[in-house]
């Protein structure tokens, strides 16, 4: 992504913890040398964030999870982004380090509340991605919000009840309590959940189950409540910032076909179908076989 200056105001606040130590860990979660850890305080829920500094003299990059994935699940894309990126992450409430909401919040609230994190924080725009259900919030805040959001990659997400389904056995599976209750459950069937690739990587998806912290069965039926009745058909037409789409051909979760209509609806989209669930792309937007998102990503066509 090319890089603006001026998208931060000035100094982070708000309990702000300590940086991660040279040994890139802070409480047993695999995080970035140098990342700091904080909890922001909005309208009373706390919200775990944490900020890879960059430059200062770029766009930050704000990375939206998905469903009940706690924000240490994307550091390897963080590793593969260029040191001068700044990466704004975040724990949805009920996931991680953030508790759990007396009520569940719908993706216009979290919306909301991703823009007032980063008030606190300290930044006016921002580049969104947003994967699986974070896509869907990624979308509710580029519609919602769009001078704060510059640019908009969505990948492996739909457009919410109105999209093709995934496999039924694999949705029973990741729905689910058992795998919130035993962890050797929950990493046996990473392979299936994630398609492609996933199968000759399972160790790295164990590590990264393993590296995150804290969420609950509430906090993860919370975000499943979140996308009841809700679709970003209606306002799709409203996405203008240049965006790029992302679909994995064996996504056994999310199904590429459902690239196709945020593609069509959105008329600075860029689209790119890919293999597996975490895809990758190669700097001639040609298909790649990784699941890790590379350090560039092809050129997102201007408006």
Request: glycine share 14%.
């Amino acid at each position: 992504m090319t890089l603006d200056a001026g998208a931060r105001r000035g100094a982070p606040m708000s309990d702000v913890g300590p940086p991660v130590g040279s040994t890139g860990t802070r409480g047993g979660s695999a995080l970035s040398v140098g990342t700091s850890i904080r909890h922001v305080s909005v309208h009373g829920q706390r919200v775990r964030v944490a900020v890879r500094p960059g430059s200062g003299a770029g766009t930050p990059l704000v990375l939206c999870c998905g469903l009940g994935a706690g924000l240490e699940v994307f550091q390897p894309v963080i590793d593969a982004l260029p040191a001068e990126v700044e990466v704004i992450r975040f724990d949805v409430p009920g996931v991680g380090g953030s508790p759990t909401g007396p009520l569940p919040y719908r993706f216009g609230l979290l919306a909301l509340g991703l823009a007032r994190v980063l008030d606190e924080l300290g930044y006016d725009q921002v580049d969104v991605l947003g994967f699986s259900w974070g896509g869907a919030l990624a979308q509710q805040f580029a519609a919602q919000y769009p001078w704060r959001c510059r640019r908009l990659v969505l990948v492996s997400t739909g457009t919410g009840m109105v999209m093709v389904p995934g496999r039924p056995s694999t949705l029973i599976k990741m729905m689910g309590p058992r795998r919130f209750r035993e962890p050797d459950y929950a990493a046996s069937i990473l392979a299936d959940l994630y398609g492609g690739s996933a199968h000759r990587r399972q160790g790295d998806l164990r590590d990264a189950l393993d590296s995150q912290s804290g969420g609950s069965l509430r906090g993860y039926l919370h975000q499943l409540a979140a996308g009841i009745g809700w679709t970003s058909l209606p306002f799709l037409k409203l996405i203008r910032q240049p965006t790029l789409v992302m679909g994995g051909e064996e996504d056994p979760i999310v199904p590429v076909t459902n690239a196709r209509p945020v593609g069509q609806a959105d008329p600075a989209c860029s689209p790119a179908q890919l293999s597996g669930r975490s895809p990758g792309i190669d700097h001639r937007g040609r298909r790649t076989r990784s699941c890790r998102l590379p350090v560039s990503l092809p050129p997102i066509r201007q408006r």
